[in-house]
């Protein structure tokens, strides 16, 4: 946890110490505190809401809950510091819920956009066992580490991405802009030109006078994969396979997705959700159908009675380290913790490859980048030379 995170829990503890010797928090409808909240009955949010924002709640909520704050006072207090928004308005919905008497996780089961079906069944989880406040830590501890990963990767493809950019419209600037001015250099002096001037010549023209196909057709190929991915499973699920495969990236994606599929299986099991269930949450919370697919073999063949790393070996999908420390979990009773230190691990790993990987990347680029460019110098150079060398001889 940050400095600047703990500054802040602190405060929601004094907060809540403060609300704590006031007199209870009586029950009201929506939008009954501040300003900002929904219309009395709606439960319609509108508006999109950040993770960010979702993590940072849940983990004040584990916070407040540590410390003995009810959960109905606990979601006043929070929904009350929220800046007026879409989710202010929700944590007014589901406090308005819970004070009505319905449990916290059915009240997050109505807004799946925010709190997906791990969140409530982790909360519903802890509801079940008494121990909701000790889920709540975990279930933070889980998103800031999910948020943490994410960010290092964002962060690490800043520089390449612009960089790329960049890149790319200088590049096109000069073929669209520059060339063509050159063309006209040479057809006035009427020099033969080498091989490499003529092709520079030719992409220049293309994209010129077929602006519409060098655009179109790319725009066009992006549009039907946006389609076929949203629209057709069969093309996903080989897009998806594909995509394990790709050098380095394929290898980088599945050590991501092994590592979450364990944290996120561990931390179920660790809440006490039985192995079936966890496996089904797990299933429907991956974005790859590959990984998903394997995982429904998993439980498929885990309710006729198979052990869990028996079929996960069998899928193809795990290294055998993953397997092995699954088996000695199920063998020790210990599988949650097996499958939290396979996490670990892996996302030890997978840091130190990004890192690897774009600080490798970032001088291939340059590279790359120095490349096309003495390309295009020397193409229009040397022409240029060659009329010069013929001027001052003729002179």
Known sequence: MTWARRVGTLSLL?????????TPVQSRTVGSSGGGGAAAGSKVIGGRIRGQ????FTVQLATLSEAGIPVVRALTILEGQTKPGPFKALLAEITEDVS???PLSEAMGKHPRCFDELFSAMVRAGESAGILDRILV???????????IQSKIVNAMIYPAILTVVATGIVSAVIV?????????????DVTLPGSTQFLLDVSEIATQRW?????????????????????????FRIHGLMLKLPLAGGLMRQSLIARFSRT??????????????????????????LAQGIEDIRRTVREGESIARTMGETGLFD??????????????????????????????????????????????????????GFIVVALFMPLLEIMNSINSSS
Do not use: C
């Open 53 to 56: 924002l979702v993590t940072d």
């Open 320 to 373: 055998d380290i993953v397997t092995n420390m699954v088996d000695v979990g199920e063998e020790t009773g210990e599988l949650d913790r097996m499958l939290l230190k396979v996490a670990d691990a892996y996302e030890r790993q997978l840091d130190r490859r990004i890192d690897a990987l774009f600080k490798f990347l970032e001088p291939v680029l340059l590279l790359v980048m120095a490349v096309v460019v």
């Open 138 to 148: 975990r279930l933070a501890a889980f998103r800031e580490k999910a948020a943490e």
């Open 212 to 236: 519409y196909l060098v655009f179109g057709v790319p725009a066009a190929m992006v549009l039907l994969h946006m389609f076929m991915i949203t629209r057709s499973k069969p093309y996903r």
């Open 100 to 102: 009505g008497g319905a």
């Open 265 to 290: 299986f561990g931390t179920l099991v660790e809440a006490g959700v039985p192995h079936l269930d966890a496996l089904g949450i797990v299933r429907d919370a991956t974005a790859n159908m590959v």
């Open 14 to 22: 004094k907060m809540a110490k403060k609300i704590q010797r006031n």
């Open 177 to 189: 802009f520059v060339i063509p001015r050159f063309q006209e250099i040479f057809e006035s002096f």
